[in-house]
């Protein structure tokens, strides 16, 4: 199995950045795509960007193309989602996954953190 743990969310002004870290254990999760999700109060869970843990190919919602960029450490076990140009419709809790294919459905997805939480004041 794979087991998730994001870190990094917090209060953030609009126009500002964060860095969201998810570390990652298990048995085989680098043949594994990783994946960021987001999921704001009232809404559906919504992909975000995804990685290939090798190989290194990415997938970037629209909405946030161009300004969040998905990144791994193999060193450290660890995939990145850092944040520029936030806004306040990007708050929400923001969840790390791990599936067998790069896929934007959540559904698609096996492993899950516990979630951080990003809010974007105006």
């Known amino acids: 199995q794979v087991q998730l743990v994001e870190s990094g969310g917090g209060l953030v002004q609009a126009g500002g950045s964060l860095r969201l870290s998810c570390a990652a254990s298990g048995r085989t999760f680098s043949s594994y795509t990783m994946g960021w999700f987001r999921q704001a109060p009232g809404k559906e869970r919504e992909f975000v960007a995804a990685?290939?843990?090798?190989?290194?190919?990415?997938y970037d919602a629209d909405s946030v193309k161009g300004r969040f960029t998905i990144s791994r450490d193999y060193a450290k076990n660890t995939v990145y989602l850092q944040m520029n140009s936030l806004k306040p419709e990007d708050t929400a809790v923001y969840f790390c996954?791990?599936?067998?294919?790069?896929?934007?459905?959540?559904?698609?997805?096996?492993?899950w953190g516990q979630g951080t939480q990003v809010t974007v004041s105006s």
């Open positions: 990685i290939r843990w090798s190989g290194g190919t990415t």
């Open positions: 996954a791990a599936g067998r294919v790069l896929v934007v459905t959540p559904e698609r997805y096996e492993y």
